[in-house]
């Protein structure tokens, strides 16, 4: 009997929210859920945790169903409270179909001392209306094509001169400027491509075996390494100065890689974010996957031959 008291006085005395911590809650909220065709909304999504936890995100792509399109999205913020960090991210959509969607629930992971727990937002719906057209008002007349009058006066002295000009900067530069040069010998420098670096090292972390040996962070940050300096190579991109939430952002928008090697590549960077940040430590076959899929997102988004008209053929993003 006093044991039992004694439990009832522990709790009285302590709150629940201080023994066990902050359980992590999710929601999504839209701005307005009623717009026109084309009107586009702002869809927020909310996440509290306690300040020990590591949270994911969900990564989205460019539609959120087959009629709710994603137009932009904003990266992550995080608010700090007495009870732990909110985390908020903004999602802009519209459609460009009437009738009302679903936008289906969220998926969002959290690791605490006790796992990896994943955590599901509720479902919302949203409605678009057709354009309403006033088919009372008359249809106004075509307005027919008129012709552009011609200035006044005579310009063809204007073309002479035109035409003159190249042949004057022709004459200057074959009598005044050109003059023999004398030959040159460069030595030439043979650079490698920059896809053909990251297989190479790639191959050198394998050999190291880390992750066998128990290196897991050593492992996952070599590999997030070497694909972040192929990015700057292969496409001109400061990706060893940008977060995995930004180079998410600025793949998606660039649409120079097809969905699969986008998701190949998002989930060995938050793998690698997860291993280095909070202490996540992969099974095998994570780690296996990890490295097969940074081998085909190089395979695959390496320069193709001059001839091919590929969307990998862009330097840039």
């Excluded at 904003?74 to 960090?85: M, V």
């Amino acid at each position: 009997m006093k044991k039992t008291l004694w439990y009832i006085i522990a709790i009285l005395a302590f709150p629940v929210t201080q023994i066990f911590g902050q359980s992590p809650v999710v929601s999504i909220q839209l701005k307005n859920d009623s717009l026109k065709i084309g009107e586009q909304t702002v869809l927020i999504l909310n996440l509290s945790a306690d300040k020990k936890s590591k949270v994911v995100f969900p990564i989205v792509k460019d539609t959120l169903t087959s009629q709710i399109e994603i137009i932009e999205q904003s990266g992550i913020d995080s608010i700090f409270n007495a009870n732990g960090i909110d985390y908020s991210q903004k999602i802009y959509v519209t459609a460009f179909d009437s009738g009302v969607f679903v936008i289906p629930a969220f998926k969002f992971l959290v690791q605490n001392q006790k796992g990896v727990d994943s955590i599901f937002s509720t479902p919302l719906s949203i409605y678009f209306q057709d354009v309403q057209v006033d088919t009372a008002k008359p249809a106004k007349a075509i307005k027919t094509v008129r012709d552009i009058p011609e200035p006044p006066g005579d310009y063809n002295w204007l073309w002479w001169l035109l035409l003159l000009i190249p042949i004057a900067a022709g004459l200057y530069y074959w009598f005044k400027v050109r003059k023999p040069k004398p030959k040159v010998t460069i030595e030439s420098v043979i650079e490698i491509p920059a896809h053909q670096k990251a297989l190479g090292s790639l191959q050198d972390l394998e050999n190291e075996k880390l992750w066998q040996k128990g290196f897991y962070k050593k492992y996952h940050s070599r590999l997030s390494e070497i694909i972040r300096i192929y990015l700057e190579e292969r496409y001109k991109v400061p990706a060893l100065e940008k977060t995995t939430a930004e180079i998410s952002l600025m793949i998606r928008n660039s649409k120079l890689v097809s969905i699969s090697e986008y998701e190949s590549l998002m989930q060995l960077l938050q793998l690698a974010d997860m291993v280095k940040f909070a202490r996540y430590n992969p099974i095998g076959s994570e780690n296996e996957m990890s490295f097969k899929n940074a081998t085909s997102f190089v395979e695959q988004t390496k320069p193709l031959t001059q001839n091919s008209t590929d969307k990998h053929e862009g330097n840039g993003i």
